[in-house]
């Protein structure tokens, strides 16, 4: 069925560290995903999406990675930074393509 | 700023009430999309509307309902409110693309 879903609740790095945050996904057909980032007190905010098609794609001081193999994604910020601090949803349309199914999200804390 | 706008940004209310949560989509854009985010549950899609007609149901209960007018704002009405309809609720729209444009989202504080 339709599912998306991360790895690890919670990530804390420190300022300056790589971060990578995991997502699996169940359903073999899904094309399309995208990263969304939510700060507090606001609506999730899009980061960076990516289709079956590619592997990789790269944004400023994000990559999204896509391992149609085991049906995994990652996020990787690079120079995690303070303002970094929020929690990280994978998503994918579903099926009918009316909506978007989002995992539970990861919160990652960054340090300075 | 993603362009769209929700009001209240805060509502509390009492059981068995009944609330409007309002929604302006981006200019432009024709689909308007209402999610609830609640700690256990996390982001679902509750219904979407695109150009003033219902284009897809999702975990909305009978007690909610949505509308979209013609100059494209959208309202989310939540009829005899329960303590566990207690969230944040999103409103998102796009111009027909896969990606979505999130507003502030209105909390709502069901007492």
């Known amino acids: 069925g339709e599912s998306v879903g991360l790895h690890l609740p919670t990530l804390s790095v420190q300022e300056g560290d790589n971060s990578i945050i995991n997502c699996a996904y169940s359903n073999s057909a899904s094309d399309y995903f995208i990263w969304y980032k939510q700060e507090s007190g606001k609506g999730p905010q899009f980061i960076i999406d990516?289709?079956?098609?590619?592997d990789k794609r790269q944004g400023q001081r994000v990559t999204v990675l896509l391992n149609k193999t085991v049906k995994h994604l990652s996020l990787q910020i690079a120079a995690t930074q303070p303002g970094d601090s929020a929690v990280y949803f994978c998503a994918e349309p579903n099926q009918a393509g009316t909506a978007l199914i989002f995992g539970k999200g990861t919160t990652l804390s960054v340090s300075s | 700023d993603s362009g769209v706008t929700q009001t209240p940004k805060h509502l509390i209310t009492a059981t068995g009430q009944r609330v409007t949560l309002r929604c302006s989509p981006r200019s432009g854009d024709l689909s308007v999309y209402w999610y609830q985010q609640s700690l256990d549950q996390g982001l679902q899609f509750l219904i979407q509307?695109?150009?003033?007609?219902?284009?897809a149901k999702g975990n909305i209960l009978e007690r909610f309902s949505a509308q979209q007018f013609p100059d494209l704002h959208s309202e989310l009405n939540l009829s005899s409110l329960e303590l566990g309809d207690s969230a944040l609720y999103f409103c998102?729209?796009?111009?027909?693309?896969?990606?979505?444009?999130f507003g502030p989202g209105t909390r709502l504080t069901v007492l």
């Open positions: 990516i289709r079956s098609n590619m």
């Open positions: 998102a729209s796009s111009g027909g693309a896969s990606e979505q444009f």
């Open positions: 509307y695109y150009n003033g007609e219902e284009r």
